[in-house]
């Protein structure tokens, strides 16, 4: 964070340093220790004896792999989980939060990667969902009285958004921003960011770092859950890393460097994150003309070959997702030609698309991705059901043969395959989406956000699978907002602005600069 916000603090005393462990002095110090922190599910160790302190008035980046512990050390703090054996200190004095409530009004907020808005509610309903305001009078004057409290905070926060407008018609990057000031408008002394930037853009990641910067100032502690390494080092103070449910040890991040952190998460050297192999580039397979959807995106026209990975780049709200969601048929396209191997092909469903050999990971994996109340198995096999049976029976053993098999390929952990896919980490979340497409054995391959809220080592295998699937000559479509990520991973990179493509940049001739041109219509 040194360069974000100037002079780095020191780093925390342990081992017998000048602070003694428990003096009055580092409870002052400490905003949070948990320490000794373990916890098991049916005997199965989920974290053993792990630890994590937080200064006041810094951010602490919490990294490691997905199923590193993270998650049940947040939930343990929140109340959500009962811890086996450890203690728990919170702004000077041991705690022991039976629900995530009862860690709220004692100042602990925490926002979800996952976002818990109530899309039907407007903004300042979501705000104060839960504590609405007691006054005196009729319900008008109490819903002008939020509204009113709302501006305020957004006003404090610079945060533009109509406390009048629904939840559902925000983008994710400003739904989460509502998330920071509901927790905010709490009180809280210390708030756990878990993958914040996930969803959005480099100029929304400005705002909210600049919204980090006032956190601070007024001295609140920020634990900040994160894969991108990018951030890691520009906003945090100190990084605490957990590999395997253990404690690998806390760093100051200017006194680390990315390999450094990295061998930290995944116990080994990752040579590369982003393992592109050259591969032989075939005919056209994919021809798109013109695809309009009016409102959303407009005449857009792009070709990919077989072996090809073809970047979709853009800002939020380039149409980029729109116009891949047209393609598979999920969105209805006002006017446009699509084309396979030469033959125009009209797709008006997902069905219609599977059976012309599409594939789509979706942006979002709670939302419109995973089954979430269904078993690994079941989310496994949904798209290829005609292939494990007759009509309207389905093999079960085939399925589960199918299932164990894609697990294996894709390094899948699970208890098994018939545990619930919502009890999995969310890179293996997206390891069973990705299986479940390639068990379709499908011709064209899109990724909306493949990586997104994924840590760094199934980052790397997720891209070594994409470059294996254009080496067999797939067509290969990534949407991403990373640029390391779009640009690593392309061939050439189509970047989106307003719904239009501005431009289409081979590999050789990538930048950040020229993509981001394209993208905010700076171009020449």
């Not at 449910?245 to 760093?251: D, F, L, Q, S």
């Not at 494990?388 to 299932?403: P, Q």
């Not at 760094?456 to 990534?478: D, F, P, Q, T, W």
Request: aromatic share 6%; net charge neutral; hydrophobic share 40%.
């Amino acid at each position: 964070m040194a360069a974000v916000f100037g002079q780095r603090r020191q780093p925390p005393c342990k081992n017998g340093g000048e602070k003694g462990v428990g003096s009055l002095e580092q409870q002052l110090d400490y905003i949070l220790e948990m320490e000794g922190i373990s916890k098991a599910f049916s005997g199965v160790p989920a974290l053993t004896d792990v630890e994590l302190k937080v200064r006041r008035g810094t951010v602490h980046a919490l990294m490691g792999e997905n199923g590193a512990g993270k998650s049940t050390m947040m939930k343990i703090l929140l109340g959500i989980y009962m811890r086996d054996q450890g203690t728990v200190r919170f702004n000077g004095r041991e705690v022991h939060y039976k629900s995530p409530k009862e860690a709220l009004e004692d100042g602990l907020a925490m926002i979800h990667q996952e976002l818990s808005t109530v899309q039907e509610l407007k903004v300042y309903e979501n705000i104060f969902l839960g504590k609405e305001l007691c006054v005196k009078g009729t319900l008008l004057k109490k819903n002008k009285l939020m509204k009113e409290k709302t501006r305020e905070l957004f006003e404090r926060l610079e945060i533009s958004i109509d406390p009048d407008e629904k939840m559902k018609n925000l983008s994710i990057a400003r739904q989460q921003l509502c998330e920071i000031a509901k927790a905010i408008s709490y009180d809280a002394k210390l708030i756990i960011m878990d993958e914040p930037t996930s969803a959005i853009m480099e100029s929304e990641v400005a705002h909210l770092f600049r919204i980090i910067r006032k956190l601070l100032q007024e001295g609140i502690s920020i634990i900040y859950i994160t894969h991108k390494m990018d951030e890691v080092f520009e906003i945090s103070d100190e990084i605490s890393v957990f590999r395997d449910g253990c404690y690998i040890g806390t760093k100051q991040a200017g006194e680390i460097s990315r390999d450094e952190l990295i061998q930290m998460m995944v116990g080994r050297t990752i040579t590369s994150i982003f393992p592109k192999e050259p591969c032989e580039i075939g005919d056209v397979w994919l021809r798109v003309e013109k695809l309009t959807r009016k409102g959303e995106f407009e005449d857009v026209s792009f070709e990919v070959r077989k072996g090809e990975i073809l970047g979709l780049a853009g800002l939020m709200g380039a149409g980029r997702t729109e116009v891949v969601e047209t393609l598979f048929g999920v969105r209805k396209k006002d006017s446009g030609k699509v084309y396979i191997d030469g033959k125009e092909v009209r797709i008006k469903s997902p069905q219609d698309a599977i059976a012309h050999g599409f594939s789509l990971v979706t942006e979002d994996r709670k939302r419109n991705g995973c089954f979430l109340p269904l078993s690994v198995r079941l989310n496994a096999v949904a798209a290829s059901l005609p292939q494990h049976g007759k009509g309207i029976f389905v093999d079960r053993k085939k399925t589960v043969e199918s299932t164990e098999r894609m697990n294996e390929k894709l390094a899948v952990k699970t208890p098994g395959v018939h545990a619930l896919i919502s009890s999995l980490s969310g890179g293996n979340q997206q390891k069973v989406l990705i299986g479940r497409w390639l068990l379709t054995d499908p011709d064209i391959l899109i990724f909306d956000e493949p990586t997104r809220g994924i840590d760094v080592g199934s980052k790397s295998e997720i891209h070594r699978l994409l470059s294996n699937l254009a080496k067999k000559g797939k067509c290969v479509i990534i949407v991403s907002s990373e640029m390391p990520e779009v640009m690593g991973m392309s061939d050439r990179i189509l970047v989106m602005s307003d719904g239009k493509v501005k431009g289409v940049i081979s590999r050789g001739e990538f930048s950040q600069e020229r993509i981001m041109q394209f993208a905010t219509g700076t171009e020449d």
